[in-house]
Every structure is written in structure tokens, then in C-alpha cells.
């Protein structure tokens, strides 16, 4: 198995710019998770899905986000317009289950917004 | 705030000695899982303890948890350079559905 594919690994923007960050789970996989790391705030989760509908956005910082789901095998993390403190990496998980159990986390797309 | 808080922050040890790892939470829980994260990479999934559990072994990883004092510990045993990385405990909480509450992480060095 591939594992949970993130692209791009690295996305240099400039402030303004919309960003689309992108993610393809671990086939079979039925919950999709988004999460955004940096040094100050650690791991947090931004919107998760189950079965592709959305369960919980309240992580998401501002109407400047937003995730799709529009199949089981595709999501996006859009941001728009990107602005310098939305630098971080930002990870997408995928699990089995529906329920707290084993994420398996994609190796992340470091996003830095000049 | 349910996080689990990891103690200690940073451990630097020699190669072949044993890690230990604390994490506390607040509230009730489904399960208590511990992760891995390299440098410059993702999460990985090391093993997950459910409530009614208090030991759990898996390769030279040992995990017990106390439920009555909200906490677990990681033991590595006979540590390696390649053991070096963050360890980040999560727990699963009953009713949260698929959330994880992840901790800030320990950072652990192993010294050849």
C-alpha cells in the first residue's frame, strides 16, 4: 500500500494567493483528517470526515479555510488568500475506522506564505 | 482542555539505555495511543492501549496506563540512535467520534 499521498511537499506563496493543498488516503480508509503543525501551537486538528462528509470544521481558524471531500479518495484543504501566519505543515491522516483508533498520517506539505 | 500533556519535554540518553515517557490527560477515556514523528516527516502510529488495558508490549515498546491517575507511560527499551524523534501521546475519547486529542510531544535523543 501507498499510504496516505499529500501533494505538494513544499509550497512556497505569496501573501493574497489562494493555496490547495491536497490528499489521497489509504484506500479502504473511511475517515479523513486534517491537521496543521508548527512550533508555537503543536498538533492541532483542523476538520475531519467520515465516510466524505464532513464531522467537525470547528478547528478550522477562519473562513479563509476550507476542505472538500468529494470522493473517497480525494480531499482538499483550500486557503484563500493565504496569509504569512498560515505558514506551517499541514498533514492529512487517514483511518480505518470510524472512531478514535490508529491515523495514519501522509508525510505533510510544508507551506510557507511570504 | 482534554490534551494530554507529555513529561518529560526533552530526554537525552545514551544508546542502550531505557526512555520512559509520561503522558497525563483530564477526562475519560476510549483509549490512549502513542505516535512517532522523524524529523521532517509524518506521525506514526507506535501503539494504542484501550481503557480496561493497563500493559501493553509491542517489540522493545512497553505502554501501561493508570486510569484512576489519567496517566500512561512509554518505556523504550535498549534505545537506539534511530530512536530518535518526538513521541507525541493521543487520546481517544468515548462519544468524540473520530477526534484524537493529541499532546505538545517529548523530544527524545539517543546518543551513540
Known amino acids: 500500500d501507498a499510504g496516505v499521498i499529500q501533494s505538494p511537499r513544499h509550497e512556497v506563496t505569496e501573501m493574497g494567493q489562494e493555496v490547495t493543498l491536497r490528499c489521497k488516503p489509504i484506500s479502504g480508509h473511511n475517515s479523513l483528517f486534517w491537521y496543521r503543525q508548527t512550533m508555537m501551537r503543536g498538533l492541532e486538528l483542523l476538520i475531519y470526515f467520515n465516510n466524505n462528509v464532513p464531522i467537525d470544521d470547528s478547528g478550522m481558524p477562519e473562513d479563509r479555510f476550507s476542505a472538500k471531500m468529494p470522493n473517497a479518495s480525494f480531499s482538499t484543504l483550500k486557503i484563500q488568500p493565504s496569509e504569512p501566519r498560515d505558514s506551517a505543515v499541514y498533514f492529512c491522516?487517514?483511518?480505518?475506522?470510524?472512531?478514535?483508533?490508529?491515523?495514519?498520517f501522509g508525510p505533510g506539505t510544508r507551506l510557507t506564505v511570504t | 482542555s482534554q490534551q494530554g500533556e507529555e513529561d518529560p519535554q526533552a530526554l537525552s540518553i545514551q544508546e542502550g539505555e531505557n526512555a520512559t515517557m509520561n503522558c497525563s490527560y483530564k477526562?475519560?477515556?476510549?483509549?490512549l495511543q502513542w505516535y512517532r514523528q522523524n524529523s521532517g516527516r509524518g506521525l506514526v502510529h507506535l501503539i494504542l492501549i484501550r481503557s480496561n488495558e493497563r500493559e501493553k508490549h509491542s517489540g522493545r515498546l512497553r505502554v501501561t496506563l493508570d486510569t484512576s491517575k489519567k496517566s500512561s507511560s512509554l518505556l523504550i527499551t535498549a534505545s537506539r540512535a534511530a530512536d530518535t524523534a518526538s513521541y507525541f501521546c493521543a487520546t481517544g475519547y468515548t462519544g468524540a467520534n473520530s477526534k484524537l486529542t493529541f499532546g505538545k510531544g517529548i523530544t527524545l535523543s539517543v546518543r551513540p
Open positions: 491522516a487517514s483511518s480505518y475506522f470510524t472512531g478514535p483508533y490508529e491515523q495514519y
Open positions: 477526562t475519560s477515556i476510549n483509549n
